[in-house]
């Protein structure tokens, strides 16, 4: 199993932007199916955003559409999320995930399908 350590979460204001960081122990992600999940107290785990084994398709949730952007970097084995225009709405305990199971589509968005978790990093927004 891979294991997975996120950086970059922190307190921040409304409107303002942060950049979170994945970093695998002993692995690239080529081939792997990368994506976020976030979670606050007392709800399910949500997926944020998610990248095929290529990094070709991207899909994210409806409520972070045209504010957050997942990428990775297979040669420093790092996937990113950047937060941008965030809102109080986007505190959460941020985590990323991969999976080298496919298919993508109609699964990118589901927790029970990835195989490898970090901790997570905590981000709060203040309005």
């Known amino acids: 199993q891979v294991r997975l350590v996120e950086s970059g979460g922190g307190l921040v204001k409304a409107g303002d932007s942060l950049r979170l960081s994945c970093a695998a122990s002993t692995h690239t992600f080529d081939g792997y199916i990368t994506a976020w999940f976030r979670q606050v107290p007392g709800k399910d785990r949500e997926v944020v955003a998610a990248m095929d084994q290529e990094a070709r398709r991207r899909r994210y949730a409806d409520s972070v559409k045209g504010r957050f952007t997942i990428t990775r970097d297979a040669a420093e084995r790092a996937i990113y999320l950047q937060l941008n225009s965030l809102k109080p709405e986007d505190t959460a305990l941020y985590h990323c995930?991969?999976?080298?199971?496919?298919?993508?589509?109609?699964?990118?968005?589901?927790?029970?399908?990835?195989?490898?978790w970090g901790p997570g990093t905590q981000v709060t927004v203040s309005s």
């Open positions: 995930a991969i999976r080298r199971s496919a298919p993508f589509e109609n699964t990118w968005y589901q927790v029970s399908a990835y195989e490898s």
